[in-house]
T-cell receptor, first 112, second 112 residues
């Protein structure tokens, strides 16, 4: 079967650092993506890791280890606006249609 | 630049009624997708279209049909709605070689 595991909820204070882990077991793995979704909103792309290692985009970083079937999203200098759900998603193929398999999501709650 | 536009935003149906969810993108993307999102279950792929004229089943296609009308438009049809189809439906599009999907604002559907 195919599965992606990520924690259901993480709570942290403003200014803190949060790490959201994602472990996966899928066929046809090509890369790991992260999406952010605010309540009532649409998912928006945050980052993609096609190779092992760290990708940094401003306050957000994402890491991938293919050998461990594991990745994480690191949120630094947390702000209230970072309160949202975060989804890891496996890119199943690099064919023209780029099919994604999503995890169930991690709700991040940022407190003052 | 509108991106991905979905209509309607909200819909209430009675069991057995039919309806079509519309999706259009203005980013000249080849690939388009329909997802449903239920609480605690992330996004599940219903159908996708690699290019104009082609469609394929995703993870949860039962009870749905799709039409890729042209490169811009990808519609999702519920022929006989059931309460189990109460969900939030998202349309997305993506470009070959770019591992990013762009999502519409969603359609919130209730089937009574």
């Amino acid at each position: 079967g195919q599965s992606l595991e990520q924690p259901s909820e993480v709570t942290a204070v403003e200014g803190a650092i949060v790490q959201i882990n994602c472990t996966y077991q899928t066929s046809g793995f090509y890369g790991l993506s992260w999406y952010q979704q605010h309540d009532g909103g649409a998912p928006t792309f945050l980052s993609y890791n096609g190779l092992d290692g760290l990708e940094e985009t401003g306050r957000f970083s994402s890491f991938l280890s293919r050998s461990d079937s594991y990745g994480y999203l690191l949120l630094q200098e947390l702000q209230m606006k970072d309160s949202a759900s975060y989804f890891c998603a496996v890119l199943m193929t690099t064919d023209s249609w780029g099919k994604l398999q999503f995890g169930a999501g991690t709700q991040v709650v940022v407190t003052p | 630049n509108a991106g991905v536009t979905q209509t309607p935003k909200f819909q209430v149906l009675k069991t057995g009624q039919s309806m079509t969810l519309q999706c259009a993108q203005d980013m000249n993307h080849n690939s388009m997708y329909w997802y449903r999102q239920d609480p605690g279950m992330g996004l599940r792929l219903i159908y996708y279209s690699a290019s104009e004229g082609t469609t394929d089943k995703g993870e949860v296609p039962n009870g749905y049909n799709v039409s890729r009308l042209n490169k811009r438009e990808f519609s999702l049809r519920l022929e006989s709605a059931a309460p189990s189809q109460t969900s939030v439906y998202f349309c997305a599009s993506g470009r070959i070689g770019k591992n990013i999907q762009y999502f519409g604002a969603g359609t919130r559907l209730s089937v009574l």
